[in-house]
């Protein structure tokens, strides 16, 4: 099952929902739009799941979890709404899970093909999110993903409600020694319209990392106990 968090994509969604159908069913969840996001991701022939008002990212994907898991899917691929992940590499990650059969497979981008600015707060994340989780992470902020049923369990339990629920959810899966994986992405940026606000997100980002550091060390106390 493909699943598309969304808010506020218009017409932009159309096309990845055409795509994406090639490959699995297609479930939106539509976090409180108040343009015709839903509506739209309808015509193009998704499910579409509405939840109101404007949730986060996070709780969006658990929606999208716990229908999955109700509806007996084995798990989910997640992409975003906006053309920022080409549906036509869905197939990378279902032949690595065939190859792995890793819990969590995350799209890596190419960050010397991001536009500036993109280029130096990613690169920041990664080397600081690298150095919480004491090994290198290739791409912590991609939501392009194959997440399994144990993955999806473990982050249902998650308090975070916004982008910060990926970055967790890399954590969550090396602390409970489930194996992760990577693909590489094409890296695609336009005219889409960013919802984060960079200073609530990078403050929120920085206690994620604190959080991860700390759960880090405590594993690895565990493993050596």
């Known amino acids: 099952m493909a699943l598309i968090p969304a808010y506020n994509e218009g017409e932009r969604i159309i096309p990845v929902i055409q795509e994406a159908k090639k490959h699995l069913t297609v479930i939106v969840v539509d976090d409180g739009s108040t343009d015709q996001t839903g509506e739209f991701a309808k015509q193009a022939g998704a499910e579409v799941l509405t939840q109101v008002p404007n949730q986060g990212k996070g709780n969006a994907l ?20 906006d053309g920022q992940h080409d549906p036509t590499e869905i197939t990378k990650f279902l032949s690595k899970w065939k190859e792995t059969h890793a819990e969590l497979i995350i799209g890596a981008r190419d960050f010397s093909e991001m536009p500036p600015i993109r280029r130096l707060s990613n690169s920041f994340a990664r080397r600081s999110f690298s150095w919480a989780m004491g090994r290198e992470i290739r791409d912590n902020q991609s939501g392009y993903r194959l997440i399994t049923n144990p993955i999806i369990d473990a982050m249902l339990a998650s308090s975070e409600t916004g982008f910060e629920f990926e970055v967790e959810m890399i954590a969550v899966c090396v602390e409970q020694d489930m194996k992760l994986d990577w693909v590489p992405i094409r890296t695609i940026y336009g005219d889409e319209t960013s919802h984060i606000s960079p200073l609530a997100h990078t403050l929120h980002f920085l206690r994620v990392v604190k959080s991860t550091r700390a759960r880090m060390q405590a594993h690895r106390r565990r493993q050596r106990a």
């Open 62 to 81: 658990k929606r999208g979890f716990s229908h999955a898991k109700s509806e007996g899917y084995d798990g989910v691929l997640t992409l975003d709404a």
